[in-house]
């Protein structure tokens, strides 16, 4: 079986794992202040071009969004997000589990925009009795959204000066940052997002570590106190060291980068060949995503070969499914379902 359901399905990138072993008996201090960690601090900070910002790891994206969105809201407050983020579906309730509400927002592509923001705000201030209900509090998005879909500089600008008048910070899940960035017609960068949004996360589970993520505070206001958070919420990784050592593999040369780019690369020529064969798509993805809508006929011809992942119906006859491809994904493998998919 070949694996394109998701883009998580390896261990990590030689590169890291050289490292970790090369680094195996130093002794160094616990919890993410040893050199390695600072190093990695250091190199982010420099990619992002944001020396005042504060970086702290922690091991997956459920965790990393539930530790700054708690750290973020005050008790009556909620979350506002599209309807199909990564936090209003596939996160068991982590969310509202802290005691807060996420305040989901319709979505055809994944985005949310500036005056859904605006309304969300103003429907709940102009309430007769706003405090019986939940106070919209911070903005959670994802890049690349869970549909594969990227926002452009200008929407992430507008979004940004929207939640800013607003007074509300702006969260931004970065799981798949490095297949967005690598993304044909994208115009984001490190330091844009690092001047639009309050906090990020550059995600290295799905991007070429054995686990990790990391989170960029650059919003002063909210950096106070945030280790305490981590803790509290059994994140402050007592090893902390083999995440600084992951981030640093990946990072000090590019290499995070260039197995973007080769996931994407690879993700297009899947594209390519589904619509060469007249297959429309669900969304509009030129990352490691796509979402080709297929007869249920053919899916059954595929799946005797390939996983890939059930999205939904689209009617009686047809099915979205999500083929994936990862930093590991090989050429040979793509070879093989391109050959089949243009000999259904």
Known sequence: MIRFECDYAEG????????????????????????????????I????????????????????????????????????????G???????????????????????????????????????????GPEHTVQPGMVYISNPTENGTLYTKKELGELSEACRN??????????????GL??????LTLPVIAELCDVFYIGGTKVGALFGEAVVITEPSLQKDF????????????????LGIQFTALLEDGLYFRISEHADRLAMRIRAAFGEKGYPFLYESFTNQQFPILPDESLEVLKKKYAYTFWTRVDEKHSAVRFCTSWATREEDVDLLVEDILSL
């Not at 091991?59 to 199909?84: E, F, M, W, Y």
Request: hydrophobic share 40%; net charge neutral; aromatic share 6%.
């Open 182 to 187: 690598a993304a044909e017609g994208n115009d």
């Open 166 to 179: 607003l007074g509300l910070p702006l969260f931004l899940d970065g799981a798949r940052m490095g297949y």
């Open 86 to 128: 990564h936090i209003n579906v596939h996160e068991t309730g982590a969310i509202e589990a802290t005691g807060h509400k996420v305040l989901a927002v319709a979505s055809e592509d994944g985005k949310i925009t500036a005056s859904q923001v605006r309304e969300v705000y103003t429907s709940h201030f102009n309430d007769a």
């Open 227 to 242: 280790r305490y958070m981590i803790k509290q919420h059994g994140g402050l990784l007592a090893k902390g060291r083999l």
């Open 12 to 43: 990590a990138h030689p590169r890291v794992l050289e490292l970790l072993s090369k680094t195996n008996f130093e002794q160094t201090p616990g919890y993410s202040v040893d050199a390695y960690c600072e190093k990695a601090r250091m190199i």
């Open 45 to 84: 900070k420099r990619l992002c071009q944001a020396e005042s910002a504060d970086v702290h790891f922690l091991v997956g994206g459920t965790q990393a969004n539930t530790v700054v969105i708690k750290s973020i809201l005050r008790p009556h407050q909620g979350v506002i997000s599209a309807d199909s």
